[in-house]
């Protein structure tokens, strides 16, 4: 690897760190470039500008994903624990997600994030969910996963990113949805559509 190339990938890296913990609106060149010792003026040779490396973040992030899948398709077994186990081995992705899940008023944002939660879902984690809960692995379910998905990410603490505590999240999440269809209010929305 090239000195260039190396300075690059360490500018991805650690700001790939930054917005996973900090968000994208928190995006520092000037801490960034302090952090791996290097001036601003390299970045901004190497990157342009920050929608440019921004762009890389979200290109790393997807590959991560990509990764994440692999592991998750041969080594998870059953939805709980094994699901969150792995997501416990993975903080910075997942803090990265969160943020995209927090800012998904950036359409690239969303973009990003419905892609890689759609594909994790197709390639691992709906079968796991479908055989956890005795459902049909359709599209009816896949609708329910996304409701169970968005409501998780938006109780999800970062500080906490222990398995136990994510599992739990996830079993609040499911048992308030399946009070929910078992209640008066559930049946009253169903007879009116």
């Not at 390299?42 to 991560?64: A, P």
């Not at 709980?80 to 800012?103: C, E, G, M, R, T």
């Amino acid at each position: 690897m090239s000195m260039s190339q190396g300075f690059k990938q360490k500018c991805i890296e650690k700001g790939y760190e930054h917005f996973a913990e900090d968000g994208p609106e928190n995006l520092s060149i000037n801490k960034i470039s302090k952090e791996i010792g290097y001036s601003r003026a390299s970045f901004y040779h190497h990157f342009g500008d920050i929608d440019i490396f921004i762009h890389e973040l979200l290109d790393m992030h997807w590959q991560i994903i990509q990764q994440f899948n692999l592991t998750g398709k041969k080594e998870c077994k059953n939805f709980y624990p094994d699901l969150y186990v792995l997501l416990a081995q993975n903080p910075i992705p997942l803090k990265f997600s969160k943020q995209l899940f927090i800012n998904r008023n950036n359409p690239i944002y969303n973009y990003l994030f419905s892609k890689a939660y759609n594909e994790s879902s197709k390639i691992f984690v709906l079968k796991l969910f479908s055989k956890q809960f005795s459902l049909k692995n359709n599209e009816e379910t896949f609708n329910l996963w996304v409701t169970v998905g968005e409501s998780w990410y938006s109780r999800l603490d970062t500080n906490d990113l222990s398995a136990e505590k994510m599992q739990q999240i996830a079993k609040d999440v499911m048992n308030s949805v399946l009070k929910f269809v078992s209640s008066d209010l559930y049946s009253k929305i169903q007879e009116g559509l």
